[in-house]
C-alpha cells in the first residue's frame, strides 16, 4: 500500500540544460495528473493521463515541457532547456475512477520534485 | 476560466476555533475540495462537497453554498499540528476527469 512516490527529490540544475522528473502512482490507478507549484502560487495543472494516453495536455506551458507515461504506471515529465521560471515544485497525484466507488475521483498526491534553475 | 479565492495567511490559538473562506467562479461546478498541505509535503484530502450543506469529519468541516460560489472549512479545537496550508480546488464540469482547479492556499498559523 505505498502511496505516489516522485524522484528525485530535490533537483538543482543549470540554465539550458534538460531535466527528467519521475512519478510512481499508487498501484491500479489509472489517472495520473501533473501539477507545478510555484511560490506564493497555487497549483497549477499542467497534463492528464488516462492510462498512457493523455487527453489533456492544455495546462503545459510550453513546447519545452513533455510527459510520457508507460505501462499505465510510471510517468515521466521532461523539461527542455530549462529556464529560471521553470523554478517550482512539480506534484504528481493519481486516482482510481470509481473502481472503489469512490465517486469524487480523490486524488493522491506525490511529495513533489523540488526543481531549481540556477 | 475559474477563479479561485482564499485568503493568503490566517492566525489563531490553540484550542480556538478558525473558519477559512473560499470563493469560485466557475463555468460548470462539479464539486469542490479541501486540502491540507504541511510544509515541504504533499497535500492530503480533507472534505469534498458538491451538494449545499455541512459535511462534518472530526475536528474539521467544510460548508458549500453554490448559489454563492462560496465554501468554507471550519476546524475546531486547535492544535499546533494544524499549522498548514490549507487549499481550495474545483472541479469543472466542462474540464478533463478529475482536473482540479486551485486557489493560492491560506496560510494557517497556530500559536500556543
Known amino acids: 500500500g505505498a502511496g505516489v512516490s516522485q524522484s528525485p527529490s530535490n533537483k538543482v540544475t543549470e540554465k539550458g540544460k534538460d531535466v527528467e522528473l519521475r512519478c510512481d502512482p499508487i498501484?491500479?490507478?489509472?489517472?495520473l495528473y501533473w501539477y507545478r507549484q510555484s511560490l506564493g502560487q497555487g497549483l497549477e495543472f499542467l497534463i492528464y493521463?488516462?492510462?498512457?494516453?493523455?487527453?489533456?495536455k492544455s495546462g503545459l506551458p510550453s513546447d519545452r515541457f513533455s510527459a510520457e507515461r508507460t505501462g499505465g504506471s510510471v510517468s515521466t515529465l521532461t523539461i527542455q532547456r530549462t529556464q529560471q521560471e521553470d523554478s517550482a515544485v512539480y506534484l504528481c497525484?493519481?486516482?482510481?475512477?470509481?473502481?472503489?466507488?469512490?465517486?469524487?475521483?480523490?486524488?493522491?498526491f506525490g511529495p513533489g520534485t523540488r526543481l531549481t534553475v540556477l | 476560466g475559474q477563479n479561485i479565492d482564499q485568503p493568503t495567511e490566517m492566525t489563531a490559538t490553540e484550542g480556538a476555533i478558525v473558519q477559512i473562506n473560499c470563493t469560485y467562479q466557475t463555468s460548470g461546478f462539479n464539486g469542490l475540495f479541501w486540502y491540507q498541505q504541511h510544509a515541504g509535503e504533499a497535500p492530503t484530502f480533507l472534505s469534498y462537497n458538491v451538494l449545499d450543506g455541512l459535511e462534518e469529519k472530526g475536528r474539521f468541516s467544510s460548508f458549500l453554498s453554490r448559489s454563492k460560489g462560496y465554501s468554507y472549512l471550519l476546524l475546531k479545537e486547535l492544535q499546533m499540528k494544524d499549522s498548514a496550508s490549507y487549499l481550495c480546488a474545483v472541479k469543472d464540469r466542462g474540464s478533463t476527469l478529475g482536473r482540479l482547479y486551485f486557489g493560492r492556499g491560506t496560510q494557517l498559523t497556530v500559536w500556543p
Open positions: 493521463f488516462q492510462g498512457n494516453s493523455a487527453p489533456d
Open positions: 498501484s491500479g490507478h489509472t489517472a
Open positions: 497525484a493519481s486516482s482510481s475512477l470509481g473502481t472503489s466507488g469512490n465517486s469524487y475521483n480523490e486524488q493522491f
